[in-house]
């Protein structure tokens, strides 16, 4: 037990020297100098509420990825069905009970449409299911359902979209080292260190640029409008601007037939050189810009919509086709919101809206303030405690107290090797896991004192000692981790922060308090052969 | 060197004498608690009823102007506001519940924070924001939630590595000591309406773990003189039992006092809350090792037989063969 090799001692101290040095570059960096770049440098990182900055989570709405996709099934249902060799009329369609539902003309073409509906329908992901389920009821109704695994493939890659989206966006801002991360089904976690205010961001992550050119229904009755009637194969659509005090002008845009504004090489705020109200230029890829350019040729003198996630932005009549591959888009812009929208249309439109359910902004200030405070906190108490252990177990407590500083260095060192965050709460666990190092030493020198009291020789005490408190040692420290467990798994940021360093300090304080002590307390054993314990 | 010996050698307090009426204190102090936290309720911060919190300090004040503030708040018309001091008389936080209709338009949420804040920079110069915190309903409800989940599957998770590790009367023993500690913290928190939030719990949760500490250790020692004095009267053996680690026990939670008091006094304002709950919580989860975990095993009758030696010789005393 007591027995140490030459190669245990080396071993033991190149493990200690290697982590607590490690903690260098942390405490440098958090003493305010820099750590020079040409020395490798694992490093705390700071969490948001000690460095200051926004933390946003953005929730996604399920049931909308849905309606996008019945109204994506509609489009091709109508397109498959017209390039049939005997197109089939359809008709009475509905998608109003989250199913796709119409009618076919012809009954006994139920086989055929069924046939050439099938390729529509893919496999969903690894479910072994089918994403649609086709049903035929009353002998000529289709109703296309999705099902849910096909929902929440779809879901699953709507959000895979809309996390890459944002990171283009926040990348597009030029922050630095932001965090972006999925969360659960529907949501994305941003996490900016050093913003202060989110507001730019957040107008910039609202915005879901979804961006669409439709025609306007110029012989649509402006009453039923008014009243948000459309007229059949419309929709009403509102006006983005509304003059204070009235209700939302309204227009109606023809359904189908519009093209959308996702097939941009580019977008730029521009500037309309009349007005010099703040425009947006945008540019089509090829494809894109071809379609464009039939749209404009086939309506000129008409106008047509340029609406912008669900509201008309402006109704420009087309003077002449537009050909070059690009438009500009103008509406009531400031600069700040015509530049915002061109990045959002560069990074491309958000697969689904995201909604701001949690934000969290913490001022500079104060995470300084905490740091500094935490520090002589840790200072004082580190000092009172070592104090204190020292006047109650004279050579042992010297042990327990140099085996205490090398757990701060160990803790800070292995935080900064696997690159954790230090959060608020951490700085208390830190704290907190300082005190609950020593118990370790507590109950191996108390049970050394009791073996010598029970007239044991010093040998066999110390042994006892380190062998009988080891096993209430490892059970305390075991139920530690399960809490910490635990917290790591229900907690949000922060707490999460907190469980790790708990863990990492009941690791190293398990090192440190019995691995070192013993071999230091081995080692004075071996040199002195004392015959009695100052204990 | 003369050390400093806090328990001298060869206590032996009849700490289970007293059980019964401690017994009955621990329990009227458990059900004060809980009718506490029913009637007067806990302090929820944004984290668990939704809405926004912004925080405050006035640099260039000795103190907040409470009073001011909330007519000031009030005044722009998003309903009273809840004011409070934490840290630093000039540091105040105001919680406002999130207006109608910002579950589905977090613009409103937003344009109200905005307004706020605005409005509070122009009416003091030296005012300066140190954070808005904006929880929704819906985020709320989940966060209250998995904070409850977290402390139930901790409390059971714990209590069953006890029972695997020891014998069943010891983690239900175990158990009912955790909830005698979480509760009378939670009265605590409900006395003095310090904040309820995130942080809070991951105290409740630390305590679980920390309290359990001195519970393992005595149980510890339990298990270890039932197999060396079989015949002992069960009583007597756990006195002899929290007597012999009366020492451990006591320079520990000194040790972890010594740490908790230097970090409320001169650590950070903002986990003063957090702090304080593990503060309070390693005074009772001391007390509660001695006298909840230990004289429950006198009822759940736990006697030499559970631990069969022989079975593990390893763990069987050196003591006695000695």
Redesign the interface.
Known sequence: MLDFPRWKVLLLWAVTLVIAAAALPSIVDMAGYRWPAALPEPKVNLGL?LAGGSHL?LEADPTQVRTQRIEGMEESVRNKLHAMAQPVRISDISNNNGSLSFLIDDATKVDAVREALLPLTNGAGLTGKRDWTINVVDGNRFVLSPTPEGIDQAVSQAMDTAVEVVRKRIDALGTKEPTIIRSGATRIVVQVPGLQDP?GL?NLL?QTAKLEFKLVDQTADAAQVYQGIAPPGDEIVPYAETKAGQPAAKIAVKRLGGIRGDQLTNAQLSSNQQTNQPTVTITFNTDGGERFAKLTSANVGKPFAIILDGKVLSAPVINEPILGGSAVISGNFTSDSAGQLAIALRSGALPVDL?????????P??GA??IH??M???G???L??AV??L????RFGVYACVALVFNVFMILGVMGIIGTTLT??G???F??T???A??AN??IN?RI??ER??G?RVVQAVE?GY??AG??IF??N???????M??L????G??KG??VV?IIGIATSVFTAIMLTRMWVAQWLRRARPTEL?? | ?K????VP??TNIHFLKWRVPFYLVSMVLVAASWGLVLTKGLNLGVDFIGGQMI?V?FERSAEAPVGPLRDEVTKLGYGEPILQRFGKPNEVSIRMKLPEGAE?D??L??RMA?TITADIRKNHADA?????????G??SKE?GW??F??LG??AL??AA??WV?FEWQFGIGALLSLVHDVSLTLGMFAVTQLEFD??I??AL??L???S??DT??VY??IR?NLKKYRRMPLPELLDLSVN??L??TI??S??????????L???????FG??AA?TLGIFIGTYSSIYMAAPILIWLKVSPKSFVPGEKPS?GP??AK?
């Open positions: 509420d989570m507001q957040k609202g909604k701001v359910v949690e934000e969290r902004t913490v001022g200030d104060l303030d905490s405070k935490g002589i906190a840790m004082i108490g580190t009172a405690l204190f252990i006047a109650t177990y004279g608020l709460p700085i208390a666990g704290v907190l300082i005190g609950a020593v118990d507590v109950l108390e004192r009791e009291h029970r044991r006892l062998k009988e096993r209430a059970d305390a075991i139920t530690n981790v399960i809490a910490a635990l917290m798994a229900f907690g949000s922060p707490i907190f469980a708990l100052s204990l | 060197m050390l400093l010996k806090l050698d060869h925080r300090t589905h977090p613009a949420a937003d905005r300066r924001v140190d954070g808005v915190d904006s929880v929704s819906k985020v966060l998995d904070a989940r977290a599957f901790a998770a714990v590595y006890i590790r995130l942080n719990v991951a949760l630390t679980i773990g920390y359990l500490n393992i250790v510890d020692r270890e012999e680690t020492a451990r320079v520990t000194l040790s972890m006092l010594i740490t908790l008091v230097s970090l006094v001169f650590g950070p304002q903002v986990i957090f702090t593990i763990d050196a003591g000695a």
